[in-house]
């Protein structure tokens, strides 16, 4: 008789289970072999120009080395976005944060970072982005006019920038960027 209850048991929670597991009734289920439909393809990414990772790795340690202290070193590429961030140990953040800033700026202007005043002065597309890029405040989130950014040229073509901070005193950033470009501009393609 306990194996009869026992039985009848089990079939009735089977049969429970398996009334919930049905879906309500006018709803329609697809089937478990339907076919999952195709994601949105994304749009293919755009890889720019840009110094290869050996070499801005290597302009990072001659840059560091002729700062003489602990320097931020960024290479951006052709867009602007970073390729290397290289803060050596016991370096302060805010070296690599000025380091982009400073690159960022030598991109926009195509020059030495030092020169976006007297661009700002002579382009108003450029004026117009650095006024765009100011906070609240009125201060820029990006860009500077301070010394040790720099375009990366290569036959004619921006193809990013260097920028530098840390050096002691700061014009010696714009030293430490040119050096770490001439180690490396004879390997540029």
Do not use: W
Not at 3 to 15: E, P, Y
């Amino acid at each position: 008789m306990k194996i009869m209850l026992g039985v009848a048991l089990a079939l009735g929670l089977v049969g429970i289970s398996l009334t919930l597991a049905q879906p309500p009734q006018g709803e329609q289920v697809a089937p478990s072999n339907a076919a999952v439909p195709p994601r949105a393809s994304r749009a293919p990414e755009v890889i720019a120009r840009s110094v290869p990772i050996d070499l801005a790795v290597q302009a990072a340690k001659v840059a560091n080395t002729c700062a003489g202290s602990h320097a931020g070193v960024v290479v951006l590429d052709q867009m602007g976005v970073s390729k290397l961030y290289y803060l050596a140990d016991s370096t302060p953040g805010t070296h690599g944060t000025a380091a982009f800033r400073k690159a960022s700026t030598a991109l926009l202007i195509n020059g030495p970072s030092e020169g976006l005043r007297n661009r700002i002065a002579a382009d108003p597309a450029i004026a117009d982005k650095v006024i765009a890029d100011q906070d609240s405040s009125g201060k820029n989130k990006t860009y500077v006019s301070q010394t040790g950014g720099l375009p990366i040229v290569v036959k004619g073509e921006v193809i990013g920038a260097i920028g530098v901070s840390g050096g002691q005193p700061i014009a010696k950033d714009k030293e430490c960027a040119t050096a770490a470009l001439e180690a490396i501009q004879s390997q540029l393609k």
